[in-house]
């Protein structure tokens, strides 16, 4: 991804619309990694309680 961005700074094209292409692939990178980071914080929750209630070792 990253490296289009580049490409695209190489080719010319206008400063702006890069900019704002990197913004779009960073807003999608940051939700990407926030749901990710909500899903393992949840598998974590149902492990630990596991292991408290049921006595999975």
Same mark, same amino acid.
């Given at each position: 991804?990253?490296?289009?961005?580049?490409?695209?700074?190489?080719? $010319?094209?206008?400063?702006?619309?890069?900019?704002?292409?990197?913004? *779009?692939? *960073? !807003?999608?990178?940051?939700?990407?990694?926030?749901?990710? !980071?909500? !899903?393992?914080?949840?598998?974590?929750?149902?492990? #630990?309680? $596991? #292991?408290?209630?049921?006595?999975?070792?």
């Amino acid at each position: 991804m990253e490296e289009t961005v580049e490409e695209f700074e190489d080719s $010319g094209m206008d400063s702006l619309t890069v900019s704002l292409y990197q913004m *779009d692939l *960073d !807003r999608a990178q940051f939700l990407l990694r926030s749901y990710l !980071r909500i !899903r393992l914080q949840k598998v974590s929750q149902i492990v #630990y309680y $596991g #292991y408290c209630v049921y006595d999975w070792v």
